[in-house]
């Protein structure tokens, strides 16, 4: 049974929306503790009507727990888990440590949900800019084989948690005030600039963020021959990453299809009336949790390739609402037993 719950990082820009997510779908269980480091540790949450102290995260906090979500940086996920999971807990975790290992599914709800029974105690949830990709991809997979695709993201100061929602308002209000900022999470001003390095240099002139794009869509379609060339940008926006997708597939598939395929698709709105100025925007798909496509139209300079702009907010579907999905399946699945 899974109804004793511990949601890890729980201060975090992430964990704040798992505990408000749990919330609003009215997730099942019986006891839930919020964990966090020694900084936060005894500061007070709310959930549910109900008080709760920010226990500090240790060893020990897993005995009696069933699902934990983990929301931390990569070196606490590392730690972490593996406690965890010795307890007998099934972690459901956000961060990049865990996603490539053997024996991880990696786990995207609308893409590969029947990975997830293969976890032996451990389940990754994707990167925010991989998620909402392989979200669009998987109709047009399905309909006609992708063998390529090109990306270019814009992505939100959000991204980088909590200061780097920081870095946009309060460099912005420097730099119009006219005095100096010392940013938390960028090596460059944000605010009234684009940054088009994401994560740190990896392969072949490509960053970490671009490579987990590569590796990341390989794994959840369980196929290393779909080709992934990535940019990563860091964009003036505060939330919701923006994303060019073009895709090459075997068969042609036309812009009409296209759409018929994305509407019909789970977790996915089709905004789309170029002519009336309406395709998805960061300011309007915040706090949602569907990946919106727009702008579906042929690309011109490849035979059977298609191109389209897709918008998803990176802490609900990138990041929370895939968590939350993935302890849903894994409620469901049990019941289902
Ligand atoms: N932001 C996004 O769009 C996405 C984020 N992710 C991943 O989710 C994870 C969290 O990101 P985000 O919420 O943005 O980050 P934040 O920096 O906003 O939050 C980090 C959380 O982890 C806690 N934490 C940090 N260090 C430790 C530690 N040593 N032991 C216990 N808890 C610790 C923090 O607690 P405290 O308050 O005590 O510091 C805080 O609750 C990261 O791995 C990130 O890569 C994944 C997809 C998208
Ligand atoms: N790096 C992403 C968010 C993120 O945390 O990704 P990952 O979980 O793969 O480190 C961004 O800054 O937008």
Same mark, same amino acid.
């Given at each position: ?11 975090? $820009? ?92 990696? *786990?995207? #709800? ?38 390529? *695709? ?21 460099? $912005? ?59 990563? *940008? ?17 068969? #042609? ?28 925007? #960061? ?47 894994? *409620? ?6």
């Amino acid at each position: 049974m899974y109804e004793n719950l511990a949601i890890v990082g729980a201060t975090g $820009a992430v964990g704040r929306l798992i505990r408000q997510l749990l919330e609003e779908r009215k997730f099942p269980y019986k006891t839930i503790k919020f964990l966090a480091s020694k900084r936060s540790a005894g500061t007070e949450i709310t959930f549910n009507g109900t008080t709760h102290t920010v226990e500090e995260l240790t060893p020990e906090s897993f005995e009696g727990v069933d699902i934990a979500i983990g929301s931390t940086p990569d070196e606490a996920a590392a730690e972490f888990a593996p406690w965890a999971v010795k307890a007998g807990c099934v972690v459901i975790d956000e961060s990049g440590y865990w996603r490539m290992k053997e024996d991880v599914p990696l *786990v995207v #709800p609308e893409v590969n949900p029947e990975a997830v029974h293969n976890h032996k105690g451990i389940i990754s949830s994707p990167n925010c800019s991989t998620t909402q990709m392989v979200v669009a991809m998987k109709p047009l997979h399905e309909a006609g084989k992708i063998k390529r *695709v090109v990306v270019s993201t814009y992505q939100a100061t959000s991204g980088a948690g909590v200061v780097g929602e920081e870095d946009l308002i309060n460099g $912005a209000k420097a730099v119009l005030n006219g005095d100096t900022y010392q940013n938390k999470a960028f090596a460059h001003q944000i605010a009234f600039n684009l940054i088009p390095q994401i994560g740190s240099e990896k392969y072949e002139g490509y960053t970490s963020e671009e490579m987990k794009m590569v590796y990341e869509t390989q794994k959840i379609f369980g196929d290393d021959s779909i080709k992934v060339c990535p940019t990563c *940008v860091r964009v003036p926006v505060t939330n919701c990453h923006s994303e060019t997708i073009m895709v090459e597939t075997e068969r #042609p598939i036309s812009p009409a299809e296209a759409r018929e395929l994305f509407e019909k698709a789970e977790g996915i709105t089709v905004v789309d009336n170029l002519g009336a100025g309406e395709y998805p925007m #960061p300011k309007d798909c915040s706090n949602k949790n569907d990946v919106f496509i727009g702008r579906i139209r042929k690309d011109l300079s490849c035979e059977n390739g298609l191109t389209f702009w897709c918008v998803s907010d990176n802490l609900r579907k990138g990041a929370a609402t895939n968590a939350v999905q993935i302890a849903e399946l894994l *409620v469901r699945t049990q019941a289902a037993v």
